[in-house]
Structure formats: C-alpha cells, structure tokens
C-alpha cells in the first residue's frame, strides 16, 4: 500500500480501518465468501426486480385499479422516493447495528409489504405498501454491499461486485420479462405475490450462511439531527422532482420544496462538522473519485430507468405486444447484461474503472441515440440491436461505480458508502422518470392539437383535450365507444405519432445525459481503500 493509499484508508481520528471484529472461519457454511454472495444475490433480486418488474404490470395495475396515468407514476415513484430517502440512514444502520441483521429485517419486511400488495383492492393501497418496500429495501441493499466488502479480500472484491452487479442488472431487466409472463398468465398481483417465497429463500439462507461483520471503529452512537435533516432535504428533492410535472416547473410550490431541499442540505453539512459522529463524515467527499461514482450513478440511473419507463408502453401499446412479447423482446438488454457484469469486474480488476466506466457510458449514449430513431414500423431486429447494445454499455456502470463508491471509503463506513451508491442510482431513477416524463408530456401537449388538426378530426374543447394527451402520453389512443372504424384509425395514427415523438425526444435527453457521464467517468479511479476490506476470507 502505498503511503497515500495509507492516508486515505485512515478512518475518524486518524485509525486505520480495523479488519472485521469476527473472522471468517476457515470452513462450514457460516461466513463462506462464495455462500455469503448468493445469499446477498437472492435478497437484492427481489429490489431490482420491484424496481422495474412492476414497469411491465402497469397497463394492468391501471386498467384493473381505474387508475389514471399520474397513478402509474406514483406506483414508481413512491418505492423510488421511499428507498432515496432512506438509503443512507439504513447503511448507517449496518454500520452500527451489523449489516446482516439488518440485511434479515429488510428481507422479511420487503416479503410482507409485497404479499400485502397482492392483496390490495385499490391504488391508493398498493401506492402505501410500495412505500413500505422502499424502506425494507433501503436496508438490505447496503446491508448486502457491507458484507460483501468484508467477507472478500481485494483482489476478489471486483469479481464479487460484478456478479452483485449482474444479480441487479439481470433483475433489472429481466424484470419485464417475468413480469410480462406473470402478468400474462396469471395476474398483475403475482408479480408481486412472487417475492414473497424468495423472501422466504433469503431469509433461510441468511440465518444459516451469513457472519456478522463490524469493524472496530464502527459508529457507536446516531446523528439523529443529521438523519432528519437529510431525510427532509432528500425528500423535499424527489418531491419537486416529482410533482414539478402536474405543477409546473414555474409553480411557486415547486420551487418551494427545491428551496427547502438546498436550505435543508445546507444545514445537514453545516450540522455534520460539529457533531462528534456524522452520518455522513464530509472528509469522504474529499474523495474525487468517490463523489464522481455517485455523480456517475445518478447519470447512468436517468438516462436508463427513466428511458425504460416509456420503452415499455411503447411496445405494449404502439405496437400491440402482448406483456410477455414485450419482455421477450428486452431479452437482448437483460442477456448482455448478464454476460457483461461479470466480464467488466474481470476487466475493471486488470484496467481500473476509468476506461471501462467512460466506454460504457459512450455506449449507453449511443444505445440511447438509437432508441430515438424508434417508430411504430421499426422491427424486432433494430429494436434487439439497440437493447444489446444498451445492455453492453449498462455492464461494466454498475459493477464499476458500485467499486469506485465503497471501495473509496473506510471500512467503517462501508454501510454508508453502499447507501450513498444504492441512493444515487434511486434519485436517479426518480429524476429520470420525473424530467422525462415531464419531457414526454411537454412534448404531447405541444404537438398533440396540431397531429389532431392535420388528421382533420374534429376540434376537441380543452377538458377532453387534456384528457386525450394523458392517454397519448402512455401510447394509447382516445376512442370513444361506438367511433367509426375510420376515425379510429385516424385517431389511432395520431397517437402513435405523438407518443413517439415525445419518446424520441426523451430518448434524446437520456442520450445527452450519457454523454455527459463520460466526462464524470474520467475522474473516476480505482477504490482506494479495497484493501480494508476481509484479508482472511478462505476463498
């Protein structure tokens, strides 16, 4: 280690990061690295599913619920706002508490929340319970990344967060595929009621396999001013992010809680240097490669989970798929993902993260350049050309910024810093659904009257208007019952048109924020403090 890596490495007070309090024992099941990683994998399956499985059951979930397309948004939104919030305070949890304690209670409140929405009878109470398996998922998914980084040596730590990475990329988009084989042939519920036997498989294999790990200097006390005080500014943050679109970006209440997230945030890092135990100590972010690794997180969440929120009523509703044609045909994205993870943490482990983050982000830019140019004509071939390539460039992101993040940071915070990571790519997720969206209305609202008119329909008076650009947003056409066949041809053409416009446009700003994360890329390096993590693992 050289003498820098020696400063960096230091934790508060200038101690170095202990190792883990409690060996990994030699042989048996308990504490075993490679055990130790499939059971973190079934766990944070069940999140990365939920992140985008529900995307696919959505057209159901509202046609089922009477939900309207704002609704939709919430059942996104809501599991997405609950984990941002929460993430860094639940890593802080692990760090104090143990992370595979708190990896279990996340386990089994994320079960329990979602069998509770396979019951629920209405949007208002799957929105709740959505809400609820944010914050279960908020503590397992740094709960898992904290044992991984004390259960492996260095030189293992990147294979592990590749096949971590895979596990997430593969459930992230796989998620429409069984989601669209549930919603098919059973019901939209199942897509929920599934993770309820996973949970169960987690909870099984966490009490026997998993060693709990802390290190000496672990925090012994909580920031509970800090906690509240950035849990406000984060919620006040996505809340802007969220209701700027029915608001307006203009709107006083809008800029009334983005106001409040700065002045918030302001006093969180006023009140953490002067508190004797941060939640967050801001010496961490003298990192410049740790702070890129969330910036590049947030980037790489925008251009992706926000673009495949419309991806997936464009191919269920422009081009008529079926839910389970339509998670077939993101089978390319899913497949290069799952080839992809584990091939960038060999690659990141021989050439640091720099290139490999920077090219992957070029890629996703162009993938997502390519999804601009769909129509409702495109075929299953150049659609599949896109998804692969998205896929290939979504790779080496996530295995590589999740080991810029913790592996830059003390092993004492190792909770934290996989909160940091799981939160970056959470608000990111919100604020690509929120800009984008609000991108796509912008788009429908603008060119909607004008489509209409050219197709010579009749003038719609301005209440059935909005309501005719709230389907359109979505993909679907405005017909009313009983409308001749060629007028619901017209109407239909108009719609499609105007939906892919709106998609093309958004695809474009997802391009363009992937393009800018090349250049975060660049100051990103390999992680400093790897090598605090678990020396003694028998691997």
């Not at 995307?55 to 089922?64: L, M």
């Not at 009878?121 to 709960?143: D, E, H, K, W, Y």
């Not at 050439?351 to 129509?375: E, H």
């Not at 940091?420 to 984008?436: D, E, F, H, P, R």
Request: proline share 6%; glycine share 14%.
């Amino acid at each position: 280690m050289t003498s820098q890596t020696a400063i960096d490495a230091t934790g508060p007070g200038g101690k170095a990061p202990a190792a883990p309090s409690e060996p990994t024992p030699a042989a048996g099941l308990r504490g075993h690295p490679w055990l130790t990683l499939l059971t973190v994998a079934v766990g944070v399956m069940m999140v990365a599913l939920d992140g985008t499985i529900v995307a696919i059951a959505n057209p159901a979930i509202a046609k089922d619920l009477h939900a309207s397309f704002s609704d939709v948004q919430w059942i996104t939104n809501a599991y997405f706002l609950a984990l941002a919030v929460t993430l860094i305070t639940a890593g802080k949890l692990g760090d104090r508490f143990g992370h595979r304690q708190t990896f279990l209670v996340g386990v089994v409140g994320f079960a329990v929340a979602s069998g509770a929405i396979g019951l629920s009878n209405s949007i208002a109470v799957v929105v709740t319970f959505r809400v609820f398996q944010g914050l279960f998922g908020a503590l397992l998914m740094p709960a898992a990344l904290g044992l991984l980084r004390a259960t492996f040596p260095a030189e293992k730590l990147n294979m592990a967060i590749g096949i971590w990475g895979m596990v997430i990329g593969a459930s992230t988009a796989g998620g429409p595929i069984l989601g669209g084989v549930l919603v098919e042939h059973v019901n939209w519920q199942s897509v929920f009621f599934i993770n309820v036997p996973v949970g169960v498989l987690a909870l099984v294999l966490g009490l026997l396999i998993l060693l709990d790990h802390r290190a000496e200097n672990a925090p012994r006390s909580f920031d509970v001013p800090g906690i509240a005080l950035l849990s406000g500014a984060m919620f006040c943050l996505v809340w802007a992010l969220i209701k700027a679109p029915a608001w307006g970006w203009g709107d006083g209440r809008t800029w009334l809680f983005i106001v409040g997230s700065v002045v918030l945030f302001g006093l969180f890092a006023l009140w953490e240097t002067k508190v004797a135990e941060p939640l967050i100590p801001l010496g961490l972010f003298r990192s410049v490669p740790l702070s890129a690794g969330v910036v590049l997180m947030v980037l790489m969440a925008i251009a992706f989970l926000g673009g495949l929120f419309f991806v997936t009523f464009y191919l269920q509703n422009v081009h008529g798929m079926s839910p389970i044609d339509a998670g077939l045909h993101l089978l390319p994205l899913t497949g290069m993902m799952i080839v992809g993870s584990p091939l960038a943490g060999a690659g990141i482990t021989k050439l640091g993260p720099r290139v490999p983050l920077a090219g992957g982000m070029a890629v996703t830019a162009i993938a997502m350049y390519g999804m601009s140019t769909l129509d409702a004509g495109t075929g299953s071939g150049v659609m599949s050309v896109w998804f692969a390539l998205l896929g290939l460039g979504l790779a080496p992101v996530m295995v590589g910024g999740t080991e810029v993040i913790v592996g830059n940071a003390p092993m004492e915070l190792s909770g934290v810093a996989g909160g940091l990571q799981q939160a970056a790519m959470q608000i990111g997720g919100s604020l690509g659904t929120a800009v984008l969206g609000a991108v796509m209305a912008s788009k429908v609202d603008s060119d909607l009257p004008g489509n209409w008119a050219d197709a010579g329909l009749p003038k719609l008076p301005p209440a059935q208007l909005d309501q005719a650009s709230e389907a359109v947003q979505v993909g679907v056409a405005p017909v009313a019952k009983g409308t001749p066949e060629p007028i619901v041809a017209k109407i239909t053409q108009v719609a499609h048109d105007t939906f892919i416009s709106g998609m093309s446009l958004a695809s474009l700003v997802a391009a363009g924020v992937a393009a800018v994360a090349v250049l975060v890329a660049l100051l990103t390096k390999r992680g400093a403090n790897a090598e605090a993590g678990a020396g003694m693992g028998h691997i």
